[in-house]
C-alpha cells in the first residue's frame, strides 16, 4: 500500500530491565492510513511488548518511532492520544465506572480533563455503542460484565477517540464467534474510512482475511512483513507454531487454513 506512514518504528530493540535476553532486537515497520496490519507471533514472542513501545508507553532500548514524519518525543501528549488510541490485551478500572462513562473516557484527548461532555461527546458515545452492539449495556457497571463485553467496551472508547491510528492488542480475545467477526468487518470499515489499524492476533485466518498486510513476529524479530497469503503460508505457519496447516482455495474465494492434525483425526476416526 502506498502513501507516508502515519506511524513509524525503525530497528526496535528492546529488553526488560533486569530480563535475561532481549525480547524485540532491530524491528522496523511503517503503518499507513488505509491499513490493516496484523501482528502474529506465538505466546511470549513480544507481540504485546511491540505495541506497547508502538504507543510509548516503553522506551527502546534502541530505535526510532515518528508519528506523521515527527518524532515520538516531539509530540505533546494530548496531541498524541488525539492521534492514536489502544485497545489493550487486559484493562482494569480504578472506578465502578458505568460503561457510558468508561466509553466517553475516549473523548478526553478531544475535550481536555476539566471541560464537560456536550451534545456531541454524548452523541459520538451513542453512535459507538451502536455499532458494536451494545446500546443495552450503556447503564451497566463495567467491572459487572463479561470480558467479551468490556472488550466490546473498550473497542467503543478507541472510536469516540477517533485517533487516526488505532493500535489493538488482540481485540477479538474473548469474543464469541459471531462478535469476532463483527469486529474484523468493523475494523476493514475502519481502514476503508482512512485510519490506521495495527492488531496483534492470534487467528491465522483473521491475519488472511480481515489485515491488508501481515507482519510475523519470531525470536525477536520479524521474520515476515508482507500481502497476507504471502506471509500466511503452511511454511510460516509450522515456523510459527509447530505445526503443519495446509492451505486450501476455496474456488473463486479465499483460503481456508487445516492443520494436518485435524486431517490426521478424520482419517483415523471419521
Ligand atoms: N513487565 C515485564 N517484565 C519482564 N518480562 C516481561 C514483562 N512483560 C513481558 N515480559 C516478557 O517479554 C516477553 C514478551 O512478552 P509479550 O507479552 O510482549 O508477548 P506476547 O507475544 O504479547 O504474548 P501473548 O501472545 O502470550 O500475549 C515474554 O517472554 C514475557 O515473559
Redesign the pocket.
Known amino acids: 500500500m502506498k502513501g507516508a506512514a502515519v506511524l513509524e518504528a525503525r530497528d526496535l530493540h528492546f529488553g526488560?530491565p533486569g530480563?535475561g535476553a532481549a525480547?524485540l532486537a532491530g524491528v522496523s515497520l511503517a503503518l499507513r492510513p488505509g491499513e490493516v496490519v496484523a501482528l502474529l507471533?506465538?505466546?511470549?514472542?513480544?507481540?504485546?511488548?511491540?505495541l506497547r513501545l508502538l504507543l510509548g508507553l516503553l522506551r527502546p532500548g534502541r530505535g526510532t518511532l515518528c508519528l506523521e514524519g515527527r518524532p515520538w518525543a516531539a509530540w505533546r501528549r494530548r496531541e498524541r492520544a488525539r492521534r492514536v488510541a489502544y485497545v489493550p490485551?487486559i484493562h482494569q478500572v480504578p472506578f465502578p465506572y458505568l460503561v457510558r462513562d468508561l466509553v466517553a473516557l475516549g473523548r478526553i484527548p478531544q475535550r481536555g480533563l476539566l471541560r464537560t461532555l456536550g451534545a456531541d461527546d454524548r452523541d459520538a458515545v451513542a453512535r459507538a455503542l451502536e455499532r458494536l452492539h451494545i446500546t443495552h449495556l450503556a447503564e451497566r457497571p463495567y467491572h459487572e460484565l463479561s470480558g467479551g463485553e468490556r472488550q466490546l467496551c473498550l473497542i467503543a472508547r478507541a472510536l469516540v477517540q477517533e485517533a487516526q491510528v488505532i493500535v489493538m492488542d488482540?481485540p477479538v480475545t474473548g469474543l464469541d464467534y459471531g462478535h469476532q467477526w463483527r469486529l474484523l468487518a468493523l475494523i476493514r470499515e475502519l481502514a476503508a474510512a482512512g485510519r490506521a489499524v495495527i492488531m496483534?492476533t492470534?487467528y491465522p485466518d483473521h491475519a488472511l482475511n480481515a489485515a491488508n498486510r501481515v507482519l510475523l513476529?519470531h525470536a525477536g524479530r520479524l521474520a515476515a512483513d508482507g500481502p497476507p497469503e504471502a506471509v500466511v503460508t503452511p511454511a510460516n505457519l509450522l515456523l510459527l507454531t509447530g505445526l503443519a496447516v495446509s492451505a486450501h482455495r476455496i474456488p473463486g474465494g479465499p483460503l481456508a487454513l487445516v492443520p494436518e492434525l485435524v486431517t490426521t483425526w478424520r482419517a483415523a476416526h471419521g
Open positions: 526488560y530480563a525480547v507471533g506465538a505466546n511470549g514472542s513480544g507481540k504485546s511488548t511491540l490485551q488482540e496483534s492470534h513476529l
